[in-house]
Structure formats: structure tokens, C-alpha cells
């Protein structure tokens, strides 16, 4: 069975996206129009996380800021031409050069065929693009991170080159996975914690075993309780767009302003999270130094979030 059968037998009745997905797309576009070689490709989780290097081959110079993505195009079997985004891993540097991190989806075209790659093997790419990550000089914000899965990969980069600026403020990091053989990563992230003059993270295992002892939960439930404070820092969103927006919603609705919250969703993107979802979510907060439109409402225009009136 090839790949484009196995992902149709895998998608009876998911409705018109795998079916659209099947039928659009395929052309070739001219705008991939760079080159890279694999320099290494290493399988960091039995459950599908793959850490690949390339060298830009091409004579156009990669000139990259953390956040941004390449787009990635190529002819995978009958499926045509599948074109995708993916968020670099390294820092920016002098070399042209750039690492991704890849989440093997089973039977995900593009996915399983970068996985499939081997070392001196060409892509076609366009990029780098999308948004910098970076603060500007004059923001006095501490940075809330949080990603679910391989959105973790472009907070490494940020938070490499923000060291190397001497960020003078707390970063804290809280990446969310399912399992514990979803862990990797661990050397370069206590690298950054020894590294960095206030950096560190935290993992939160959805289903965790018994003897962890990390956070246990997903994001929605184990990051609100540690948040003393929502108004001194930016939050940035990165993976699953079900998390982001749900966690998104939640702080926006607790007084966050939205320009202090950036989301990149990889993939759920048409998600949008039900009112007894977010009022979960926004319950579970522990900060009180916003005012919240939301919960003043609720609570029928003039008691506190704590239920207490004024
Ligand atoms: C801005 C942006 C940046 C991205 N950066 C990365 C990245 O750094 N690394 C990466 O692996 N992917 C990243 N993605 C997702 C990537 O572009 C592809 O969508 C993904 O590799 C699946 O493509 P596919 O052809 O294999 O399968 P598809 O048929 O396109 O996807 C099948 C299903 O896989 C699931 N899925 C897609 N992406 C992921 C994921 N990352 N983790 C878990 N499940 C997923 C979804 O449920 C999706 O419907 C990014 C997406 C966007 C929009
Ligand atoms: N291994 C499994 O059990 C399993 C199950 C379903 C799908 N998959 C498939 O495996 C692929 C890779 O998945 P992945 O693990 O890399 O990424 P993922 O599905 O985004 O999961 C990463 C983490 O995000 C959590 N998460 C999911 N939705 C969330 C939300 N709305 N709010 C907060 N956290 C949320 C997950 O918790 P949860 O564990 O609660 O989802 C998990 O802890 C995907 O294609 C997915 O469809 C695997």
C-alpha cells in the first residue's frame, strides 16, 4: 500500500480537509526557488521527533531571525508537490546553514519524507520568513514561553540569540508533550539554563508515568497556577493551535493585551475553543494584577474574580 492510499484508508469520514487537501496544492511553484543539502539527519524520540541540518547550497544569502520559517516544497510520490512550513531551530549565524526539528506525523506526506532523507540529499525551499521573535530594545517585559511539541524549536533559537544580547529579564519556558518518550532536547535546554542569567523551563507531560515528577497535565492545566503575575510579560504560543488559542483566549479574556501575545499555530488552525472551555482555563489562573472585562462580567458587572464583592 503506497503512502496516498494508506492516508486515504487512515481518513474515511474527517470531512472535506483531507479530501481538499488531496486535490489542491499539487502544482509546482516557482517561488521554492533555493536550495539545501542534508548535512545530518538524527531520530531524537522513538515516538517521531527528527533533528535535521542543511546546508544552503544555493548563492543567496540566509539571513534569518528567530520565529521564522523556511517553506519547504517537494514531489512526494503520486501526491504531488507538498509545500509546508517549518520553524528553524538554530540561532541566526554566519554560516548558511539552518537546523528544523520534525514531528514524523504518521502518514503525513511531507513529514515522512523529510524523515526519509539522507545525508547529501537536495530540498527546494523559499524562506526564510514570517515574524522575528525578538523584543524590541526598549520592551521591559519579561517572555512567557510555551510550546507543545516540536514548537519548541524556534524558543531555542530565540532564546540563544537573546543570550548572546544578555537579555537582562526572567525567560521561562513550559513545554508541553504527551509522553516521556516525547522528551529530547534535555543537554541543550540545561545548557541554556547554566548559560543564561535567568533562564528556565519546565515539562509538562500530559500522560505522564507514575514516578514523574514534573508537571503533570496538559499546558491549560498546569501553567495557570504558576503565573504569580499576567501583566509584566509577553506570551509567546508556539504548536498546536488548539493550546494556543485556548491559552490565547484565556489571557485575553483575563486582561492580557493581545499585542503582548504571539501565536504561531503549526497545525488545528481553524480550532476555536468553546466558552466552558476557556472559563476552565481562565479558573485556573491564579494571577489577579489585571483586570479582567471577562470575569467583571461575569460575575454580573461588579465583583472580583475571586467572587468577592468590591
Ligand atoms: C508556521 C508553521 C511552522 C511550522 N513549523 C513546524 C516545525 O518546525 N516542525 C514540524 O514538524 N512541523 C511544523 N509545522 C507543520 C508542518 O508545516 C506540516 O504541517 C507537518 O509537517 C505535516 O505535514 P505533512 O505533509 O507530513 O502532513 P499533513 O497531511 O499536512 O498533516 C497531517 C496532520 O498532522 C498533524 N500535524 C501537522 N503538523 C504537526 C506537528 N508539527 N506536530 C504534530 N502534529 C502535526 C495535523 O493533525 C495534520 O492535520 C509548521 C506549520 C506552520 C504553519
Ligand atoms: N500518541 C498519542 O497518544 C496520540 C494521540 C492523538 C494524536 N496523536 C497524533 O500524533 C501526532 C503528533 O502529536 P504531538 O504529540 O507531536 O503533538 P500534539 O498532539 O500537539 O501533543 C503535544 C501536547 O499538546 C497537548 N495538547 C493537545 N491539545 C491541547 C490543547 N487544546 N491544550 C493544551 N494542550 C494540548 C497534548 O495533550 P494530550 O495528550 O491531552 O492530547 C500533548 O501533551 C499528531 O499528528 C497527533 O494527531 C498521537
Given at each position: 500500500m503506497g503512502l496516498r492510499d494508506r492516508y486515504q484508508a487512515r481518513s474515511p469520514g474527517m470531512g472535506p480537509t483531507i479530501t481538499d487537501d488531496l486535490e489542491r496544492t499539487w502544482e509546482k511553484s516557482s517561488r521554492y526557488d533555493r536550495v539545501a543539502r542534508v548535512r545530518s539527519t538524527e531520530r531524537?524520540?522513538?515516538?517521531g521527533t527528527v533533528r535535521m541540518a542543511f546546508d544552503v547550497v544555493d548563492d543567496q544569502p540566509f539571513v534569518l531571525k528567530p520565529g521564522q520559517f523556511v517553506g519547504i516544497q517537494a514531489l512526494v510520490g503520486d501526491f504531488g508537490y507538498r509545500k509546508s512550513p517549518y520553524c528553524v531551530l538554530s540561532p541566526p549565524g554566519d554560516e548558511q546553514r539552518f537546523e528544523l526539528l520534525i514531528r514524523?506525523?504518521?502518514?503525513g506526506p511531507l513529514s515522512c519524507y523529510l524523515a526519509s532523507l539522507k545525508v547529501g540529499d537536495e530540498i527546494s525551499f523559499r524562506g526564510p520568513t514570517g515574524r522575528s521573535m525578538v523584543p524590541k530594545d526598549d520592551d521591559t517585559s519579561q517572555l512567557c514561553l510555551m510550546a507543545t511539541g516540536v514548537g519548541i524549536s524556534p524558543f531555542l533559537s530565540l532564546v540563544k540569540v537573546l543570550a548572546d544580547r544578555g537579555f537582562p529579564r526572567p525567560i521561562r519556558l513550559y513545554w508541553g508533550l504527551r509522553l516521556v518518550e516525547d522528551i529530547c532536547l534535555i543537554d541543550e535546554l540545561d545548557e541554556l539554563v547554566s548559560s543564561v542569567e535567568d533562564f528556565q523551563y519546565q515539562i509538562s507531560l500530559s500522560?505522564?508515568?507514575?514516578?514523574?515528577t514534573g508537571l503533570r497535565g496538559r499546558l491549560t492545566e498546569t501553567v495557570p497556577p504558576l503565573?504569580?503575575?499576567?501583566?509584566?510579560r509577553r506570551f509567546y504560543l508556539v504548536g498546536n493551535g488548539a493550546m494556543n488559542k485556548e491559552m490565547a483566549g484565556a489571557l485575553s479574556d483575563l486582561g492580557v493585551d493581545r499585542h503582548f501575545i504571539y501565536e504561531e499555530h503549526y497545525f488545528n488552525l481553524k480550532y476555536q475553543p468553546d466558552n466552558d472551555t476557556l472559563r476552565e482555563i481562565r479558573r485556573r489562573f491564579v494571577a489577579n494584577d489585571l483586570f479582567s472585562p471577562v470575569a467583571h462580567q461575569e460575575a454580573g458587572?461588579?465583583?472580583?474574580r475571586d467572587g468577592q464583592g468590591p
Open positions: 531524537l524520540t522513538e515516538t514524523v506525523v504518521p502518514e500522560q505522564p508515568p507514575e514516578d514523574w503565573l504569580e503575575k499576567l501583566g509584566d458587572g461588579w465583583l472580583q
